[in-house]
């Protein structure tokens, strides 16, 4: 069973515009989650992170939101860029566990 | 800076032959995990370690096994390769783990694995 759902598997947005990827989670022993990026041919790279204490969290043009009554999150990429072309994993951990549980992953296509 | 490097980068066995993927990362970091990808799977965790000489079993251990002599290398093994473990392994490394900490994985490039 999916503990943690990226239900589209793919998107395409405008440069310029807003991109948004969604992640569901079903276990409510998550209390963190980040977001990865990954390039073909590279490994996967930390983008950037929410714990359950809080419901936003910024870092440049990256904006993740957390919705825990909806076991829901969010990554807000303003305004995307060609660059960001990549796929995006949600990663999920909960406290006294060591492992991260991924998601499917969206592949992001920003067309110049 | 090196971080994580995985050897060999590509590799292509036939089914039955066993052979050893060799993670090192230089950053000091205390666990250490082994993911496979597979289109449409995203990254499943087969084995992990907590710390030198600990390993313990993820998502997807059947067929592998995994070593943690020293604290800089984590080595993952496939004693007889199966066709199902054609996929592309990525090691990853963690400083620390714990309540509010945002258990950020340093990821290598990726070893791809092809059984035929």
């Known amino acids: 069973d999916q503990q943690v759902k990226q239900n589209s598997p793919s998107l395409s947005v405008q440069e310029g515009r807003i991109s948004i990827l969604n992640c569901d989670y079903t276990n409510s022993m998550f209390d963190y989650f980040l977001w990865y990026k990954k390039y073909p041919a590279e490994g996967p790279t930390f983008l950037i992170s929410?714990?359950?204490?809080?419901d936003k969290n910024e870092d440049g043009r990256f904006t993740v939101f957390l919705n825990k009554s909806a076991k829901h999150l969010s990554l807000h990429i303003v305004p995307s860029q060609p660059g960001d072309s990549a796929v995006y994993f949600c990663a999920a951990g909960g406290a006294g566990s060591y492992q991260l549980t991924f998601g499917k992953g969206t592949k992001l296509s920003v067309i110049p | 800076n090196a971080g994580v490097t995985q050897t060999p980068k590509f590799r292509v066995l036939k089914t039955g032959q066993s052979m050893t993927l060799l993670c090192a990362q230089d950053m000091n970091h205390e666990y250490m995990y082994w993911y496979r990808q597979d289109p449409g799977m995203g990254l499943r965790l087969i084995h992990y370690s907590v710390g030198e000489g600990t390993t313990a079993k993820g998502e997807v251990p059947d067929g592998y096994n995994v070593s943690r002599l020293k604290k800089q290398n984590f080595l993952l093994g496939l004693e007889s390769a199966a066709p199902s473990q054609t996929s592309v392994y990525f090691c990853?490394?963690?400083?620390?783990?714990?309540?509010?900490?945002?258990?950020?994985?340093?990821f290598g490039e990726g070893s791809r694995l092809t059984v035929l």
């Open positions: 990853a490394s963690s400083a620390n783990w714990g309540y509010l900490n945002t258990g950020e994985l340093f």
């Open positions: 929410i714990s359950s204490i809080k």
